[in-house]
């Protein structure tokens, strides 16, 4: 979860290495996975007492079928490795799928054929047969049914090599671009502007505009890249509005749902951002959590799904797909998307860690919004279970986290299958160099929205303290604040590793200090209810990883203790940015040892921008570290020298 985009590179460098010769003995493997699968008595894991289809009259005749006996195919023997999956995966899939019983043969025929019987209704039957048959004959399998006389399979033509040296790339990647032009120009053309401005804002003049902005926490907005070719239109920047009616009085039911969750007035991020996705245009939203990003996006995907000339029913799969980088964010957005019930418009989130089955599906029986975590929506996409071709209007939630997180690849991944035209909007609440790649890879001319300032800050309605401690008194400070806490009180408190989360749930267990805990381990019915108890008051203690530093919206956590000090600074503003929400004031308190001092420097940074105290200690701690890394620096460099001024590298100076 926590590996980095390079981890991954050097991951895939590795697997590649190793690739010939995993392919070279996959026959092998596959064929001693069958052997050791089916001992006597293994029937996959169904239950002993169903009949075991052995008889030979099953495995040389012809496919036969029944409503007792079930319905008895043969496939080549080298096959059965790719039709049972690694542990077991593909063919508990496939009986998921078709709702049939799938049982292989222990023995072959003596021809290289197995046979495999389907059990089930007749329907699930024939489903099974028709998704085996697509497994193996896509893939080159030699399948025998009713009608086929058994031959060997042809042996396959030898591909010539590709010259590398001498491949035309210009040429492959125009043709790629010919391919996809084809590919999408068959589509119907999506709809994008269905924003009908106020008068009285089209009309405003600029010093009204700054001041807007000014009194709305500092808005700022521009094109963040640059823009050649690109006409007057495309390159307008929308007026702010400051009412719920200036943004959407051409759509009286999306105000009507505004009106039932009370709101008075839109939050700086919505008084911008709604103007500019109502017309049409890609959007970077930048401002801290809690600040309203999740509606500021979804009002106007309701209003796009609603306007697209396509019947919802003729659409292959939803038009608006949400990603996020954490399940806890995937839920609560789905949570917030139910609040509003606009036109019957139906969302589903898909996650790891929940029920595949149930989440297939429910996105079968056909939903405008995919909310979804990056690896779950590309096993899916990848299964063929969703078609995300018909994604008009795409999130990237919380996208300053993806890349930390190693999902860079599965986003791309995912993608290819996504129209280039779409409208594309990014929320975030830092604007590091991988969040900058992102919007370059997957944006269109994006406007940039944001509040407060793009200098990485920390929320400042939080009081941030600081206390120099060694790792021994940790656990005796941490007690004497539990034993403070009010009775309105609720603390999250962070930590560096999952296992120390255990560990420190265990040791307050036995001191009867009630609390709960959530980390990547955990399931997730245990994860919901970690945080539900917390909601509820059922707890104030929660022990957490940074899996619970973002996306967490629990409007009243009065306190934030910084156990460990987190891996980096912005990691830092996102756990402090946990309390002090929704108008409410907190305070943070962060245990930092000698060890952290590489993190003296950017932490002052953020004390100071929020006018917090900063110990002195913290700043001796900076000095010291600069001096150090200088003096390091100088050593390398002088090694390095040295090696490089004779002698072959082989200097006695080595490192």
């Not at 985009?5 to 392919?23: F, I, K, L, T, V």
């Not at 609603?306 to 797909?321: A, K, M, Y």
């Not at 001096?627 to 490192?655: C, I």
């Amino acid at each position: 979860m926590n590996d980095s985009w390079e981890d991954n590179r050097m991951s895939s460098r590795r697997y590649d290495r190793g690739y010939d010769h995993r392919r070279e003995n996959r026959r092998e493997r596959d064929t001693q996975f069958y052997r050791r699968s089916h001992r006597p008595g293994d029937n996959w894991g169904h239950d002993s007492s169903t009949q075991n289809y052995n008889d030979n009259s099953y495995r040389r005749g012809n496919d036969s079928s029944d409503s007792t006996n079930g319905l008895v195919m043969y496939i080549d023997t080298n096959s059965i490795g790719r039709l049972i999956g690694k542990g077991g995966s593909k063919i508990r899939a496939l009986e998921d799928e078709s709702s049939a019983t799938i049982k292989i043969d222990r023995q072959n025929d003596g021809n290289g054929q197995t046979a495999v019987t389907l059990i089930g209704t007749d329907d699930a039957k024939q489903r099974a047969k028709s998704l085996i048959e697509e497994l193996l004959i896509d893939r080159g399998s030699t399948l025998e049914n009713a009608q086929s006389t058994r031959k060997a399979a042809p042996e396959p033509e030898e591909k010539p090599e590709i010259d590398w040296e001498n491949f035309d790339w210009g040429k492959a990647n125009e043709e790629y671009e010919k391919r996809q032009q084809q590919k999408w120009s068959a589509l119907p053309p999506i709809i994008k502007n269905f924003y009908k401005e106020d008068p009285a804002i089209a009309n405003m003049p600029k010093s009204k505009v700054d001041h807007i902005r000014q009194i709305n926490n500092n808005i700022e907005v521009k094109h963040v890249f640059e823009n050649e070719g690109s006409s007057e239109e495309e390159t307008k920047i929308p007026n702010p509005v400051e009412t719920f009616e200036q943004a959407f009085q051409a759509y009286p039911d999306i105000l009507t749902e505004i009106r039932k969750q009370k709101f008075e007035k839109p939050s700086p991020i919505q008084c911008q951002a709604w103007p500019v996705l109502l017309s049409g245009q890609d959007l970077i939203g930048i401002a801290q959590t809690g600040t309203g990003k999740t509606l500021a996006f979804l009002l106007p995907a309701l209003i796009h799904i609603d306007g697209q000339l396509t019947p919802r029913e003729e659409r292959p799969g939803p038009n608006v797909l949400v990603m996020a980088p954490t399940r806890e964010l995937a839920l609560q957005i789905e949570k917030e998307v139910g609040k509003y019930s606009y036109h019957g418009i139906k969302a589903v989130c898909v996650y790891g860690g929940g029920n595949r089955k149930e989440q297939i599906i429910s996105v079968s029986k056909g939903v405008q919004i995919v909310i979804a975590t990056p690896g779950r929506l590309n096993d899916l996409v990848q299964a063929g279970k969703l078609d995300v071709s018909a994604v008009t209007y795409l999130i990237l939630d919380e996208a300053d986290r993806m890349p930390s997180m190693g999902f860079e690849p599965q986003i791309r991944k995912t993608l290819l299958g996504v129209r280039p035209d779409r409208q594309t909007v990014m929320t975030s609440a830092t604007w590091p160099p991988g969040v900058r790649r992102l919007a370059q890879s997957y944006m269109k001319n994006p406007i940039q929205v944001f509040v407060g300032s793009l200098d990485l800050a920390a929320v400042h309605s939080v009081t941030q303290k600081i206390y120099m401690v060694s790792e021994d008194e940790k656990m005796d400070i941490m007690h004497e604040f539990f034993r403070t806490m009010g009775p309105d009180d609720k603390v999250m408190v962070f930590f560096g590793k999952k296992s120390k989360v255990d560990d420190m749930s265990s040791e307050l267990a036995l001191s009867n200090v009630e609390c709960q805990s959530i980390h990547g381990d955990r399931e997730q019915a245990d994860r919901e209810q970690a945080l539900e108890d917390l909601k509820t008051g059922a707890v104030q203690i929660l022990l957490a990883t940074d899996v619970a530093s973002r996306g967490i919206d629990i409007e009243d956590v009065t306190h934030v203790l910084n156990y460990d000090f987190p891996r980096d600074i912005e990691e830092y503003v996102h756990r402090v940015g946990r309390t002090g929400r929704a108008g409410r004031t907190g305070e943070s308190i962060t245990f930092m040892t000698r060890q952290d001092w590489h993190h003296a420097k950017a932490l002052i940074d953020i004390l100071e921008e929020a006018s917090q105290e900063v110990p002195e200690e913290v700043y001796k701690m900076a000095e010291r570290y600069d001096a150090w890394k200088k003096k390091k620096d100088a050593e390398q460099s002088y090694v390095r020298s040295f090696r490089g001024g004779g002698g072959g590298g082989r200097s006695r100076y080595r490192t």
